[in-house]
């Protein structure tokens, strides 16, 4: 049986996999120790299970326990990687590059940084989504102290060349920093062969719970060190202080393990999902994929439809179906997505998109009924605009 709305919003948050609640549970109430007591067997408890979850995350992306920095998400790894690096590389140069379709979370601490006399370069990417190699490293310059570059894009799914990225940073002697929040648990990371630095990382976009994420801070070849922006207690070897979330932190690394363990099938079932609700959505004429076709996650598909209003397909989804969409309408700003407008798409296309994102949970049955929901809704809406007819 269908039951609604039908969630396909997964690169907005994804829900809790109920194993990974089974394993926090415990850690509200009978161990609810602080993992920094050093006095007792609560505190004991505590630090042997943020030990044990510490683990988990390194091994999901091919770390070291010592590099895991826990954060309250991705949003405060974005900034302490940016805030760290920049002040703790001050003596080296203060230009960072980065791209225009960065997530807020980097593009506004970017802008922070600027009022503080750093020089950011924003790479415009190309109309597939991906940055050009070749003006990166035009870009690099001897006061270049980070390249910051997502791994995978949020609203359109496109994986940049990672690999390719580093090696050209590398070259220069350039730290390599990258929002993996996308990328981590859905598909293979693996920090040394793709050679980052840095990376920012969040639990609830993996199954786990809001508020705990990790920043990956490389120990060796090049030891890697940022300036730590919450000062405390000295947790986290310094860099992070405040009492760990361990409810959070034992999530997490269950997260981590139950990716790692079923990457493999999740990624195949969903691919096949996700290629049978887009091959049904843009068969119909003036529907168009937007972002690479090959470089890009497995769960998610972003698609504009033309001649019809962005403000119009929400009413005429939302109900039944929980989808994002690159209109502002639902937002404060008039503004479209500055992300599809970065690749080029006008302010009509950009309206009228919609963002499916299919996770560990969705059924062949809910695609199904997606499919048939949206294209009727298409369909009605095209009808009902006189515009249509006449081009
Ligand atoms: C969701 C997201 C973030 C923010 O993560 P929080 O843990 O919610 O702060 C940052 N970057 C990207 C690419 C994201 O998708």
């Known amino acids: 049986?269908?039951?609604?709305?039908?969630?396909?919003?997964?690169?907005?948050?994804?829900?809790?996999?109920?194993?990974?609640?089974?394993?926090?549970?415990?850690?509200?109430?009978?161990?609810?120790?602080?993992?920094?007591?050093?006095?007792?067997?609560?505190?004991?408890?505590?630090?042997?299970?943020?030990?044990?979850?510490?683990?988990?995350?390194?091994k999901l992306i091919g770390a070291d326990t010592k590099e895991i920095i826990f954060t309250s998400g991705a949003t405060e790894a974005d900034n302490l990687a940016l805030k760290g690096v920049f002040e703790m590389y001050a003596g080296k140069g203060n230009h960072i590059i980065t791209c225009n379709i960065?997530?807020?979370?980097?593009?506004?601490?970017?802008?922070?940084?600027?009022?503080?006399?750093?020089?950011?370069?924003?790479?415009?990417?190309?109309?597939?989504?991906?940055?050009?190699?070749?003006?990166?490293?035009?870009?690099?310059?001897?006061?270049?102290?980070?390249?910051?570059?997502?791994?995978?894009n949020n609203e359109i799914g496109t994986v940049m060349p990672i690999q390719e990225i580093s090696v050209i940073a590398k070259k220069k002697g350039v730290l390599v920093f990258t929002d993996a929040t996308q990328a981590v648990g859905k598909i293979p990371v693996d920090v040394n062969?793709?050679?980052?630095?840095?990376?920012?990382?969040?639990?609830?976009?993996?199954?786990?719970?809001?508020?705990?994420?990790?920043?990956?801070?490389?120990?060796?070849?090049?030891?890697?060190?940022?300036?730590?922006?919450?000062?405390?207690?000295?947790?986290?070897r310094g860099m992070?202080?405040?009492?760990?979330?361990?409810?959070g932190i034992v999530g997490f690394g269950k997260a981590c393990e139950l990716c790692m363990q079923e990457m493999g099938q999740d990624t195949k079932r969903l691919k096949a999902l996700r290629d049978k609700l887009e091959t049904a959505l843009l068969k119909p004429e003036e529907a168009y994929l937007n972002g690479d076709k090959e470089h890009r996650l497995p769960h998610v598909s972003n698609i504009s439809f033309k001649y019809v209003e962005g403000e119009?397909?929400?009413?005429?989804?939302?109900?039944?179906?929980?989808?994002?969409?690159?209109?502002?309408?639902?937002?404060?700003?008039?503004?479209?997505?500055?992300?599809?407008?970065?690749?080029?798409?006008?302010?009509?296309?950009?309206?009228?998109s919609l963002r499916f994102s299919l996770g560990r949970f969705t059924t062949e049955e809910e695609i199904d009924y997606i499919i048939k929901k949206v294209t009727d809704t298409v369909k009605k809406l095209r009808e009902m605009n006189p515009v249509n007819s006449d081009n």
């Open 102 to 152: 960065e997530h807020r979370a980097v593009l506004d601490t970017c802008r922070h940084l600027e009022k503080e006399e750093a020089e950011i370069t924003y790479l415009k990417v190309k109309a597939n989504g991906l940055i050009n190699l070749k003006e990166l490293e035009e870009a690099i310059k001897p006061t270049t102290i980070l390249v910051a570059i997502m791994y995978a």
């Open 240 to 247: 992070r202080s405040g009492t760990l979330n361990v409810p």
């Open 312 to 352: 119009g397909l929400m009413m005429g989804l939302n109900k039944e179906i929980a989808v994002s969409s690159g209109s502002a309408c639902m937002s404060a700003s008039l503004e479209p997505s500055y992300v599809l407008k970065a690749l080029g798409l006008g302010d009509d296309l950009a309206h009228s």
């Open 1 to 58: 049986m269908l039951k609604f709305p039908i969630y396909l919003d997964h690169n907005a948050t994804t829900p809790c996999d109920p194993r990974v609640v089974d394993a926090m549970i415990p850690y509200f109430t009978n161990n609810f120790g602080n993992a920094a007591s050093r006095n007792h067997s609560f505190g004991w408890q505590a630090e042997e299970a943020v030990d044990y979850a510490r683990e988990q995350v390194a």
């Open 193 to 236: 062969k793709d050679g980052i630095d840095l990376l920012a990382m969040t639990a609830h976009k993996m199954y786990g719970p809001k508020g705990i994420g990790a920043l990956y801070v490389r120990r060796k070849n090049p030891r890697v060190k940022v300036t730590a922006q919450i000062d405390g207690g000295g947790h986290e």
